[in-house]
């Protein structure tokens, strides 16, 4: 079954802290991996799509891996700002686009 | 948001109702989606529509119905007949099949009493 797991449901950091949140992936096949942000109550918006080749890429803080042996990507999000306080939502796509329940991160000052 | 528009914003609805949300976009896109997103839970596809006047069910499409008469719109309609329908709906378009990214509007929230 093809499936996107994402952990942890929910984390807490202070402003200026480091943080990585998981992606588990069981799609097959596969063709792209893209993480999204969701600020509250808004449309979600694209930070980084990675293909199978790739192992890296980054924007701005934000920095995604993506292992496609063991089906696993991580976004790590580096100094972190209170305008990160969002959801993060992995998304697998072959033919078909399959969202994970997303990671819900909030920025304490 | 990209150029994909929804309105309202915030909708209400009393029980019983049928209720058309409104996505509109202006970039060229072949494809529209309509998502319902519940907290907690991942997006859920309940209607596509890959080209004008063609659309299929998604994973949830029970209570609902759509129309793709224009290639820039794709209205969703709640029927009284969806059982669950307070929730956050989005419509995304995608530039065509070959590529990937969808684009996302701003959201819909509508609040059944």
């Known amino acids: 079954k093809n499936q996107v797991e994402q952990s942890p449901q929910s984390l807490i950091i202070l402003e200026g802290k480091n943080c990585t949140l998981q992606?588990?992936?069981?799609?097959?096949?596969?063709?792209?991996l893209r993480w999204y942000k969701q600020d509250t109550g808004r449309g979600p918006v694209s930070l980084t799509i990675?293909?199978?080749?790739?192992n890296t890429k980054s924007n701005g803080r934000y920095t995604a891996t993506l292992d496609a042996d063991t089906k696993q990507s991580s976004l790590h999000i580096t100094a972190s700002q209170l305008s990160d306080s969002a959801s993060y939502i992995c998304?697998?796509?072959?033919?078909?686009?399959?969202f994970g329940k997303g990671t819900r991160l909030h920025i304490l000052p | 948001d990209g150029g994909i528009t929804q309105s309202p914003k915030y909708l209400f609805r009393k029980e019983g109702q049928n209720v058309t949300l409104s996505c509109e976009q202006n970039l060229n896109h072949d494809a529209m989606y309509w998502y319902r997103q519940d907290p907690g839970q991942g997006l859920r596809l309940i209607y596509y529509?890959?080209?004008?006047?063609?659309?299929q069910k998604g994973d949830i499409a029970e209570g609902y119905s759509v129309s793709r008469e224009k290639k820039e719109s794709f209205p969703l309609t709640v029927t009284s007949a969806q059982k669950n329908p307070t929730a956050f709906y989005l419509c995304?378009?995608?530039?065509?099949?070959?590529?990937?990214?969808?684009?996302f509007g701003p959201g819909t929230r509508l609040t059944v009493l």
């Open positions: 998304v697998v796509s072959n033919d078909k686009i399959i």
């Open positions: 995304a378009s995608r530039p065509s099949l070959v590529y990937n990214e969808q684009f």
């Open positions: 990675m293909t199978f080749s790739e």
């Open positions: 529509s890959q080209i004008v006047n063609d659309f």
């Open positions: 992606c588990n992936y069981t799609v097959s096949p596969f063709s792209n």
